[in-house]
């Protein structure tokens, strides 16, 4: 959900909006894994009351993108190898389920598409981080294929936790430039209706990007 959408959401209780808002920077890759945020920080961003914080702190660390250490504060978590296993597990069950739930001249498709173009503008300036952005807002368009506002939300919080994944990682041309040619592919398979050819793509494909991950992810440990 975009940042500009959230204020639209009158009905919703200001916590929800203000978790809502965090969850997309954290999407955006603007906390870093393990950053301690700061009560009081957070609160003059906001413009809201402590009290209103700790609920935010709280619906946040329900859906397992903050912890909260007694004694220290509140911190951004940090993926672990388990994690990352558990995140490409569930892509897949929803990720699989968009492509059966595909129809021809569906929105998100041309959305798909221009975000492909996006991702190639970004290579183009070897702005890696960018190009990381801009293939999670692919799949993200991908999910709302199945016109499922919580199917949605659960994804975005996958897309949180996996771009934590990404900051504790060196923005690579590796980790992200493959996928750019294997989007329009995947996207080619949607757009025809090969069902079956489509998601047999997505399973090597989200094979090859788990596997590069926790690749990555062993290398900065050793």
């Known amino acids: 959900m975009a940042l500009a959408d959230l204020d ?4 919703q209780p200001l916590s929800e909006k203000v ?39 709280r619906l946040l660390t329900s859906q397992g993108l903050l912890t ?13 190898e388990s994690a990352v296993m558990d995140i490409y597990r569930v892509r897949w069950v929803i990720q699989k389920g968009a492509i059966q739930a ?4 569906h929105p998100a498709l041309a ?14 300036s070897s702005d890696w981080q960018q190009v990381g952005t801009v293939n999670m807002e692919f799949h993200r368009a991908m999910v709302s294929l199945c016109d499922s506002p919580r199917l949605s939300l659960c994804f975005d919080l996958v897309l949180a936790e996996l771009r934590l994944v990404f900051r504790l990682l060196a923005y690579t041309a590796h ?45 900065k440990k050793g």
């Open 102 to 105: 595909a129809s021809r001249g």
């Open 68 to 80: 909260h250490i007694p004694n220290r504060g509140v911190f951004v978590v940090s993926p672990n």
């Open 8 to 11: 639209e959401q009158s009905d």
């Open 19 to 57: 978790a809502l808002r965090i969850r997309e920077m954290l999407i955006q890759g603007r906390f870093a894994p393990g950053e301690k945020l700061s009560e009081h920080q957070v609160a003059g961003q906001f413009g809201i009351s402590r009290n209103t914080l700790r609920e935010v702190f």
């Open 175 to 219: 980790l992200h430039e493959p996928y750019i040619a294997l989007n329009i592919s995947l996207l080619q398979l949607i757009e025809e209706e090969k069902t079956a050819d489509a998601i047999d793509f997505l399973e090597a494909y989200l094979l090859k990007s788990e596997r590069s991950v926790l690749a990555a992810m062993q290398r």
């Open 111 to 124: 959305r798909m598409k221009a975000l492909t173009h996006e991702a190639d503008a970004a290579r183009s």
